[in-house]
């Protein structure tokens, strides 16, 4: 079956549309709207879907509907639905420990610290699945104290400057995703993860 998984991390809802914690919905609301596709809630699935068909394959896009703590429920939903192998998904999603604009393409690995990942692997028992992380960098340090304000920089907004960024970004995992079905993945990783915002 010509079929390609891919599931953005975020949070539903316009109150957090332009937060950092929603890079994974912006990229592939982007990849969508590119082939004139709209998202559906299609409540068995726990999701907004799209579809898109790239080079004879088709492309399944989800948006959790569960808030971001519980992605691994709308993931443990499409996976059970679609009776797929779990290396068959890609969980785009951002990350404060990465610089902003970095990307990083894993086949398995922890969460990371990040809620949306940790609940993925807890419903699915499992890290071997392919994720897609984006940088968004570490947050601001308050008054030079050592801790950071985590919350408030993933629920924050995406600045203009920053969005100048993430859009070559976006572009640059696009155009990946849409060569997952005509070049090797090893060719595609090492793409996304040599990536430098900075040459483009």
Do not use: C
């Not at 299609?42 to 080079?55: A, Q, R, T």
């Not at 959790?64 to 059970?80: E, H, K």
């Not at 572009?171 to 090797?184: A, D, F, G, H, R």
């Amino acid at each position: 079956m010509n079929e390609i998984y891919l599931i953005g991390l975020g949070n539903p809802g316009k109150k957090y549309l332009k937060n950092r914690h929603n890079i994974g919905f912006s990229l592939l609301e982007d990849l969508s709207k590119k082939y004139n596709s709209n998202f559906l809630l299609k409540d068995k699935i726990k999701s907004f879907y799209s579809e898109v068909k790239i080079n004879n394959y088709t492309y399944r896009l989800f948006l959790p509907n569960t808030f971001m703590n519980s992605s691994g429920d709308a993931v443990r939903a499409i996976v059970d639905w679609y009776k797929i192998n779990v290396d068959q998904i890609f969980i785009i999603v951002d990350d404060k420990d990465l610089p902003l604009g970095k990307i990083r393409f894993r086949k398995k690995g922890s969460s990371g610290g990040h809620n949306g990942l940790k609940s993925i692997i807890e419903k699915l028992q499992t890290n071997n699945f392919n994720r897609i992380r984006i940088g968004i960098g570490t947050p601001q340090s308050i008054r030079g104290e050592k801790n950071f304000n985590t919350i408030s920089h993933v629920l924050g907004n995406i600045s203009l400057e920053e969005k100048s960024i993430l859009d070559k970004v976006y572009e640059k995992v696009i155009e990946s995703l849409e060569q997952l079905n005509t070049k090797k993945e090893e060719y595609i990783i090492n793409e996304l993860n040599s990536f430098d915002k900075d040459q483009i």
